[in-house]
């Protein structure tokens, strides 16, 4: 059985790290090259980078950045924001991001996941989905950031995306981000139940046992988190000496 994985995500915004809460109410969280290397050094088994106005603002993520950081961790990292294109995620993997997160450009264009999938590999390609459970208790589809509302069930996107060629999917609760009361259980345990693909959990983290039981009810294939990760409210270690001592298995 593959390994769980644990995954601190490093939210960009003027090159340096921030956190929000329901993708609202943003702060400083430090310097992303030096979070990058204490991850890293701390036994993160991935990382993820998410330029999270680079969409909006129509900018492309910093591919200076990235290289920063790439030369100086040794785990697999992520790069998403922005990328709109072939050449844009071409950019990026070749100053040293192994995988590219792609979300709004891949709904309004589909046929981008099939050109990454082609030029790059499947497993090159993270679909990323920001949802919302809404008053009809359904999960739908947002974009730019959480700010667009579409009318996509989450679920049928992700299928589609799969379809298309997408290796893994990053999904985010925006119910739960940043609020530290535990992940999305009924949106994720159909994702990893249904989807052909390594699903990474993401949105509400705040003790270990959330993490535990997002591994053992919900079958995710990796957790992300990011603010009990900056602010050290959980460290690394101790986290997975907590998972092993539950019988999951993580790489210590």
């Known amino acids: 059985m593959l390994a769980k994985r644990i995954i601190p995500c490093l939210d960009i915004k003027d090159s340096r790290t921030v956190k929000g809460v329901n993708f609202e109410n943003i702060r400083d969280a430090g310097d992303p090259v030096e979070l990058a290397m ?16 680079a969409t909006i603002e129509k900018r492309k993520t910093f591919a200076e950045l990235v290289k920063k950081i790439a030369a100086n961790i040794n785990i697999p990292f992520t790069v998403g924001g922005g990328i709109s294109s072939v050449e844009n995620a071409h950019e990026l993997l070749q100053n040293g991001a192994d995988k590219v997160s792609i979300n709004t450009a891949a709904f309004k ?8 999938a082609k ?3 499947s497993q090159c390609v993270v679909l990323a989905i920001d949802t919302k ?6 999960w739908y589809v947002y974009l730019n950031g959480g700010r667009t ?5 989450a679920f049928d996107w992700a299928k589609k995306g799969i379809e298309l060629g997408a290796g893994e999917i990053l999904l985010t609760s925006m ?15 159909l994702f990893c139940d249904k989807l052909s693909v390594p699903v990474i959990a993401s949105g509400g983290a705040g003790t270990m046992k959330h993490f535990a039981d ?31 001592d539950q019988n999951i298995n993580v790489r210590v």
Do not use: C, R, W
Not at 38 to 53: C, H, K, N, P, R
Not at 133 to 138: G, P, R, T, V
Not at 149 to 153: A, G, H, I, L, N
Not at 175 to 182: L, Q
């Open 38 to 53: 204490y991850y890293s050094q701390q036994g993160a088994d991935e990382l993820v980078f998410l330029d999270i106005t």
């Open 109 to 116: 264009n589909p046929q981008l996941i099939s050109d990454m």
């Open 119 to 121: 030029e790059f590999g």
């Open 133 to 138: 459970k809404e008053s009809d208790n359904k």
């Open 149 to 153: 509302k579409t009318d996509m069930p």
């Open 175 to 189: 119910n739960n981000d940043g609020t530290k009361n535990g992940f999305a259980h009924d949106v994720t345990a």
């Open 214 to 244: 997002v591994f053992l009810n919900d079958n995710a294939d990796a957790a992300l988190a990011a603010s009990v990760f900056h602010f050290a409210e959980i460290k690394i270690p101790e986290l997975k000496k907590y998972l092993s």
